[in-house]
């Protein structure tokens, strides 16, 4: 039987998500709203009526979160990077879409300490509203893959793509009425589920940067592809595990393995962030995606590390 959060667990586990999460749906929706051909007017007006909704949540989120996040959330950069305002600033520019960077600053003088057990209620009423809006951001999600995989939508946002922005938001969803429930969403014996998603997650981003960097680009190329393999190979290794409930000396000895390679891709996604944002590699990854994947990586390494 799972172990029932108490009252700040479930507080500052929910806004720690939150605070992760929101911003992830918020750039998802930003992603299509930019990649998306202006013929389709609906759906990129559709895209930008969600960032502002994501935006609006998680605005909510950081004012709740002031003293009331766990300082391991803070110290991860899973919710922003050194590089996030950087990236930001960059990608408005390139895009003329307009992106709340007073909302980045505040996330960035977040503090812990305070700690409020009053906030549960209105806690609850932002999971309750963050699963009704990737709900229906996923169905969103569905209707732009339907089109572009039946000929009828372009998009620069591969097909695969759409897919994986489809499968975080219902992992998101997932892990939110859990936290409903009052159950930790990463405790121990679902750790093995969470780790292959994750590793999913991982192997895609890779697989996306091979894809979306130019082809001259033939070292950093070969270094994704690399891995892709990786990581694809460590989820596999992760089903196995979970299918068996071996979770003794198997399960120490993959996640010492998951933890230097999670580290070693979120060095490589930090350093291609940085080439991107001095315009020093040839791609077609717009610098928010770059952040937005290192942050990813970011939350990964914490919940395998931390949670």
Known sequence: MDRQLETMEFIQKSLGLNLFFLRIMKEHSLILEAGIAPKNTELVEAAGEFRNGFNKLLNEAVRMADGNVS???????????????????KTEELSGIDIDMTLTKMEMLLRSGREDPGLEDAVRRLNSQAIHLTRSL????????NGVLNCKIFTY???????????EADAYIECLEKLQQGIDPYQEKHIMGAKAFWDHIMAEHAQFVAHLLDPSEVKLVQQANRFAERFFRLAREAEWIKSRGRFNRYMRELMREEIRATRDIRNFKRTGEELILACQVRSIIIPLLADHILREANHFLAVMTNR
Not at 71 to 86: A, D, G, K, W, Y
């Open 71 to 89: 300082p391991t959330v803070l110290e991860s950069e899973e919710i922003v990077t050194e590089l996030t305002l950087q990236a930001e600033e």
């Open 138 to 145: 996923a169905d969103f999600k569905t209707t732009v893959l």
């Open 157 to 167: 946002v591969l097909p695969t793509m759409i897919e994986h922005l489809r499968e």
